[in-house]
């Protein structure tokens, strides 16, 4: 059901002490146009999803007002994966409404330090950075949680086809590894195992098939890199 | 008159390998450290105690080696903890000097590191793939420093030499390095411009996204996504010969997950 920018359950359904996965995907300039399609048709994974396409100012504690998921005792586990541009302290969205000047280049936070204690339980930053800040907060305030992002910022080969599949594999691979396993060797051993099924689809020999090959390793090799996986 | 006719002349100025000085208490990470940055043909030198550091870095000093191009130092140095890795830094400045520091934390909180990256220290987690990224920084701390020793000779030396001999030389500084990197940046602006849709922007990297063609000017440039770029066909081929630092990942059980 598609209703304001959203996919969702009922938010009934939603707010009924389980588990529900929130994907956020601003969608405002050439980059996360590209990103917020790669969580479009997100497998199902046995939970309630929300698809949350975000074209203008939006803080992570206005969405879960929006979604009446907000701090009461039957309040869900939540899985935010978040597609899109970040600092490290930051999450980040458009500053502006769509239509007003500086809407494609003014970013505002969607999720900073001062949401660290509300939530998420599980995060997936699939973004430039946000390990190198939001990641240490997550590390150094929260317990029983775990943060997945990266400490730099990071390459997208954003081209259709075979290369948006793959990262939408990713993507799904990685939100089910981090609702499933909760000790942190084996959920980075997971997610390292991930990226090397990645690499594998596209070897050298196959170069002349996948004009991008080179450059889509390169992505790989350099966000296996700088992955951090934070498990508390 | 006939000399200020020749051509440039090239004089080369070898510099040694890339210089890495490691203090840590603990073992394991130092023989580690070792291994791999030996297997990248840097010069590295290891302490595990706070008396041996000192002394090598003297020695180092005494012998005119120059400095090391990267000091990691535990942030907790000595076990039990003999002295935090910034005091080091300050005590021994004198023994570091232009080398960059680098702290390595095993367990660091946020307070404590915002104070010490405020103060300027650069701060790394030690994660598995901390080697790899101080391989990164201590290459682009020797880049910098060539390209210093380049900017020397060729505002101070050069004119001097010039004004005196009529000779205009034309540094070529570590060329073997140089040569490798141009060969890898000219081998990637090739297979940039060879691509199907080479307008088409699908480059992404941090706020931007880069056609084939913009990304080719941008490693022509060698500007700072450019160097990034290169660095990763390094990666990428390192990959290929199965030389990457995440090389004991490869051989997990391929059925888990």
Redesign the interface.
């Known amino acids: 059901m598609t209703h304001n920018n959203m996919t969702t359950q009922t938010k009934s359904n939603l707010a009924d002490g389980g588990r529900v996965i929130l994907l956020c995907a601003p969608s405002h300039d ?2 996360t146009e ?1 990103t917020s399609k790669l969580l479009e048709a997100f497998p199902d994974l046995s939970v309630p999803t929300v698809l949350r396409k975000i074209d203008g100012p939006l803080t992570y504690g206005q969405l879960l007002l929006e979604l009446e998921l907000s701090t009461h005792q039957r309040a869900p586990d939540i899985t935010l994966v978040f597609c899109g ?1 970040a600092e490290p302290s930051a999450l980040l969205v458009p500053a502006y409404p769509p239509g007003t000047q500086g809407h494609k280049n003014s970013l505002g936070p969607f999720y900073d330090n001062s949401y660290v204690d509300l939530g998420p339980t599980l995060m997936l930053a699939f973004c ?1 950075s946000a390990a190198a800040g939001l990641g ?2 997550f590390e ?2 929260t317990a029983g949680r775990s943060f997945i992002g990266f400490k730099d ?7 259709e086809g075979t290369y948006a599949d793959c990262w939408r594999s990713i993507l799904h ?1 990685i939100t089910s ?1 981090l609702m499933s396993i909760s000790d942190q060797a084996n959920l ?3 997610v ?3 990226y ?1 099924d990645a ?1 594998a689809m596209f070897p ?1 020999d196959k170069d002349d098939v996948y ?2 090959g ?2 889509m ?3 790989l ?2 966000q ?5 996986v934070i498990v508390t | 008159m006939s000399a200020l006719m020749d051509p440039p002349r090239e004089i080369t100025i070898p510099l040694a390998a890339p210089r890495v000085f490691v203090g840590d208490d603990d073992q394991d990470f130092l023989d580690s450290s070792e291994d791999y940055f030996s297997s990248k043909h840097f010069d590295v030198t290891a302490a595990r105690t706070v008396e041996q550091a000192a002394g090598m870095l003297e020695e180092n000093k005494n012998q005119e080696k120059g400095d090391f191009d990267v000091a990691a130092i535990d942030i907790n140095y000595g076990d039990p903890v003999e002295i935090k890795g910034n005091d080091f830094v300050k005590k021994y400045q004198h023994l570091l000097g232009k080398a960059k520091v680098v702290l390595i934390s095993g367990e660091i ?2 307070r404590e ?1 915002k104070k010490l990256e405020g103060e300027g220290f650069h701060v790394l987690d030690k ?3 901390l080697l ?2 101080l391989a990164v920084i201590i290459h682009a701390e020797n880049r910098k420093r060539t390209g210093d020793i380049e900017k020397v000779i060729m505002e101070v030396a050069a004119p001097r030499i010039k004004e005196l001999t009529g000779v205009e030389l034309k540094p070529q500084v570590n060329p073997i390095n140089k040569s490798a990197f141009n060969s890898l940046k000219y081998t990637l602006i090739k ?1 940039l411009q060879t ?2 849709n080479p307008d088409k ?9 880069y056609s084939a063609n913009e990304m080719a000017k941008e490693v022509e440039r060698e500007t700072e996504v450019g160097v ?2 290169v660095l ?2 390094l ?2 081929y390192e ?2 010969l199965n030389l ?3 090389d004991s ?2 051989h ?1 059980d391929p059925n ?2």
């Open positions: 050439e980059l590209y541009h430039c240490v907060s150094h305030r910022d990071i390459l997208i080969l954003a081209e691979r590894a980075e051993k997971s390292r195992k991930i090397r690499l050298a004009d991008w080179l450059m390793r390169g992505a090799l350099q296996q890199a700088d992955l951090k | 909180n946020a590191r994660s598995r793939t790899e990224e297979w691509r199907k922007p699908v480059l992404a990297y941090g706020g931007h996204i990034k770029h990763m066909m990666r990428e990959h290929s990457d630092a995440n990942q490869q997990d888990e997950e």
